[in-house]
Each structure stands twice: as structure tokens, then as C-alpha cells.
């Protein structure tokens, strides 16, 4: 079973909008974190936002926040003002708060595509 | 700046012959990992390492083989029996001493293309 969710392949927005980038996640673990990447087109991977499984105030970074909601197990991505920038792949990841194999490891889902309008 | 490096950017290979790719970290981190990527596949795990000369296989280690002989690297050797080899490769750190709100520290990646 899929751990991580990203059910939108693609998405578009128009420049200066808002976009939510959907991520559901699947732990029996009490204790967790979520993250979210940014991989433009050149390949690398960018770390944007955090979001531990006990934090009560939803994780902010700027433009990017993350909209946690624990009892639905979503952890969407919120970029405001989108900028032509942020046209990029978007990942989001879960590491459980118990070592499987003996480590911490990350689950990434398969990403959304986000490509901004001008 | 710290940071991970991956080399080369662009590698290309006959059939057949083993390559490897280089990881170096200078972020002093304990846990290394290499991660295979294809369209629409997401991210998968090829091998990891949480200390230097221990290391584990991830979901897809078949045709691959790695070593930690020390902190800073964790190179790649894809094998002449890996069937598919042509995609991305991401290597990956972090300070697996924060446990579960450590982010991952990705390098630039390698695109590997056999033919």
C-alpha cells in the first residue's frame, strides 16, 4: 500500500494566485514527520517545509505553508503568489517516528507537476 | 558551503559494462542514501547507510552494489545485471541523529543513460 499519496499528476495556476498541492500519508506511528521537495527541472532537490506529527501550529516558510490535517492524514502544500519560479515537480515525504530496517527511512509519493502561468 | 556532490552530471554507458557514480558529503552527516528516479515513479530506494561501513538495501538493490568506507562518501556501482539502468540517480544525506525531522539533503543527480 502507498504510504504517500499525491493524487494530482498536474496542475496549473496563473501567476500571483494561490495553489494547493494535495498530499495524504499512511503511518500507525503516533510520532512523524512530513516534508515537502521542490525538484525543478535541472534535477536537484530542494527541501521547502517540515511538518512534525505533534506540532499544533501548521509549518510556514515564506510563501510556502502546509495545511496539516492529523485526523484526515493530509499534509498539503500551500504556495501563495505563485511566481514563474515554482514551476517545478513537488514531492512529498514521511519519515516514521520507529526505525523500519533499522533507520529512520523516507517514503516519497510520485509528485505533482506544478507549472505556473504568466 | 556544505553540501553534497554528486559526478558526474551526465554519464553514458554500452551495455554491459559496470559504472560507478560518486557521492560526497561535507555536512557531516551519518545516514547516506541513493534513490532511483522515473517518470512518474516518484523516488525509490536503491541502497542506504546510517555508519561507515554498514550499509543496507532499499527496495530496488538488484544489479546494484555500494560501499561506506568513509563518513564523507557513498558511491554507486551499477552492475551489468542491473536489467534497466537508464534514469536518475539521486544520492541523499542527513543527520540521522534527529530522527524522524531530519530533512534529507539531496545532490545536483545523475542522469545515466546505457545503450
Known amino acids: 500500500a502507498q504510504k504517500i499519496t499525491q493524487t494530482q499528476p498536474g496542475m496549473f495556476v496563473q501567476e500571483k494566485e494561490a495553489v494547493t498541492l494535495d498530499c495524504t500519508y499512511d503511518?500507525?506511528?503516533?510520532?512523524?514527520?512530513l516534508f515537502w521537495y521542490k525538484q525543478p527541472s535541472s534535477g536537484e532537490m530542494i527541501f521547502l517545509i517540515y511538518q512534525g506529527s505533534y506540532d499544533e501550529q501548521n509549518a510556514t516558510e515564506g510563501r510556502y505553508s502546509l495545511n496539516f490535517q492529523k485526523a484526515r492524514k493530509s499534509a498539503n502544500l500551500v504556495i501563495s503568489a505563485s511566481q514563474l519560479g515554482d514551476s517545478a515537480m513537488y514531492f512529498c515525504?514521511?519519515?516514521?517516528?520507529?526505525?523500519?530496517?533499522?533507520?529512520?527511512?523516507?517514503?516519497f509519493g510520485r509528485g505533482t507537476s506544478l507549472i505556473v502561468h504568466p | 558551503d556544505g553540501g553534497i556532490t554528486q559526478s558526474p552530471k551526465y554519464l553514458f554507458r554500452k551495455e554491459g559494462q559496470n559504472v560507478t557514480l560518486s557521492c560526497e558529503q561535507n555536512?557531516?552527516?551519518?545516514?547516506m542514501y541513493w534513490y532511483r528516479q522515473d517518470p512518474g515513479q516518484g523516488l525509490r530506494l536503491i541502497y542506504y547507510?546510517?555508519?561507515?561501513?554498514?550499509?543496507q538495501k532499499g527496495d530496488i538493490a538488484e544489479g546494484y552494489s555500494v560501499s561506506r568506507e568513509k563518513k564523507e562518501s557513498f558511491p554507486l556501482t551499477v552492475t551489468s545485471a542491473q536489467k534497466n539502468p537508464t534514469a536518475f540517480y539521486l544520492c541523499?544525506?542527513?543527520?540521522?541523529?534527529?530522527?524522524?525531522?531530519?530533512?534529507?539533503?539531496f545532490g545536483n543527480g545523475t542522469r545515466l543513460t546505457v545503450t
Open positions: 503511518t500507525s506511528d503516533q510520532s512523524y514527520g
Open positions: 541523499a544525506s542527513s543527520n540521522q541523529g534527529a530522527l524522524h525531522n531530519s530533512p534529507l539533503h
Open positions: 547507510s546510517q555508519i561507515v561501513n554498514d550499509f
Open positions: 515525504a514521511m519519515r516514521e517516528g520507529r526505525p523500519k530496517r533499522g533507520s529512520y527511512i523516507p517514503t
Open positions: 555536512l557531516n552527516h551519518d545516514a
